[in-house]
């Protein structure tokens, strides 16, 4: 979280596309079985959910 603060809205919008690519490899993975850390995908959801509040308040401030 410490690294979202420093990030302007373009780095947070690159880290939130690679989120998203992340997310829909593990769901895919769990689709086929082949998930094994099925935690991860609870993580993917959280950081995607931290960056983009770090997007709404970048966008409120400006």
Known sequence: MKS???KDSAGLKT???ALRREQFNLRMQG???QANQTH???ATRKK???VKTFL???QTKA
Do not use: D, F, H, R
Request: aromatic share 0%; net charge negative; proline share 0%.
């Open 56 to 58: 709404t308040k970048q």
């Open 40 to 42: 991860l995908a609870a």
């Open 15 to 17: 880290e939130l596309e």
């Open 4 to 6: 979202l603060v420093g």
């Open 31 to 33: 689709a086929m079985g």
């Open 48 to 50: 995607i959910a931290q």
